[in-house]
């Protein structure tokens, strides 16, 4: 059974049936999924801020996570929540669609980038956190987050560009 | 008074800018992208101030000098929606016009502009260096909140369904 008749079958399941002919359906989880998309990436693009030296610079580092990042990981959920919902329901076209796929690839550098600030200069974070201009590692991991949430905004935009509703 | 809006939507549709624009397919997705940058710019930095003000997160700051950083970020987000907003507009002004829902964002994006600028913005400015906000500052705080959800709801609602 390849990974596309896999895709198929979810979509053909009893669960994705159910998700695409329920009431709230497609477009009300869109709506939810967007509020979660402007919880995390509102939360998110100030802490990559501060990591890069430019905003909230006279606050440090730690006390913006301990801040920020719960508000961010709530939004997270909300859309994997919503966002799983939305593959159940349309798995088989999604398979096939590029930007899909380049979403998905995104979403796992920025969860590699995570771990690895987190496994590395983290760790060291009480010694440089009061720095206004952070250590380069730290400056990376926020340069790369931005770029990474912008290219997951880009593709997830595109996929309802993209999508193929035909047949 | 009521004026026809046709020859002023006409003026934008045919003008060298819209033309510019409507050409590559890659355009108004990237303005659009831009756009919604400044939105997150935007309600990342209203979040965090008015809930910092109402005392639900960044106790360990003082609220002044928070909603003074998160301000200079704030102003950024207006300005890249002022640039790309009527970018878009000129991209598709009849579209646009005709959608109702276009309209209504329109109104409400003004009034949460138009209260921060006019009225939240001053009390924050008069309040700076006092320790705790006071209640009519809070209770700016859950007006602009309110308003801001609001405004930028309805653009959601306007990218992804109309």
């Known amino acids: 059974m390849s990974v596309f008749e896999i895709a198929q079958a979810i979509e053909a399941s009893p669960l994705g049936t159910a998700l695409r002919e329920s009431r709230f359906g497609f477009p009300g989880l869109i709506a939810v999924h967007l509020c979660g998309l402007l919880l995390t990436t509102g939360t998110v693009f100030l802490w990559d801020l501060r990591l890069l030296g430019v905003g909230l610079r006279t606050t440090p580092v730690s006390r913006v996570g301990k801040a920020l990042l719960p508000w961010t990981w709530a939004g997270f959920h909300i859309m994997l929540l919503t966002g799983s919902a939305m593959l159940c329901i349309e798995a088989g076209r999604l398979y096939p669609n590029t930007a899909f796929r380049i979403k998905l690839a995104l979403l796992l550098l920025a969860g590699i980038n995570v771990l690895t600030f987190h496994t590395t200069i983290y760790r060291s974070m009480a010694r440089w956190e009061h720095h206004a201009v952070l250590p380069p590692r730290a400056r990376a991991a926020g340069a790369i987050s931005l770029i990474l949430w912008l290219g997951l905004l880009t593709a997830g935009r595109a996929i309802g560009y993209t999508i193929n509703y035909g047949a | ?162």
């Open chain 2, 1 to 162: 008074m009521q004026t026809d809006p046709s020859g002023f939507l006409e003026w934008c549709q045919n003008s060298a800018l819209s033309a510019i624009i409507r050409h590559e397919t890659w355009t108004v997705p990237a303005i659009e992208i831009l756009h919604i940058a400044g939105v997150i710019l935007i309600f990342g930095s209203v979040l965090v101030t008015n809930l910092r003000l109402l005392g639900r997160m960044f106790l360990s700051e003082p609220a002044g000098s928070l909603a003074a950083d998160l301000s200079r970020w704030m102003r950024l987000g207006l300005i890249v929606l002022v640039c790309t907003g009527p970018l878009l507009f000129l991209a598709m002004p009849v579209k646009l016009f005709m959608t109702p829902d276009f309209t209504i964002k329109l109104v409400l994006v003004a009034i949460a502009a138009g209260y921060h600028l006019r009225v939240h913005r001053k009390l924050l400015s008069a309040a700076a260096n006092d320790a705790t906000p006071d209640a009519p500052l809070k209770k700016s705080a859950r007006i602009s909140l309110t308003l801001w959800s609001i405004a930028i709801l309805a653009g959601v609602e306007l990218g992804a369904f109309s």
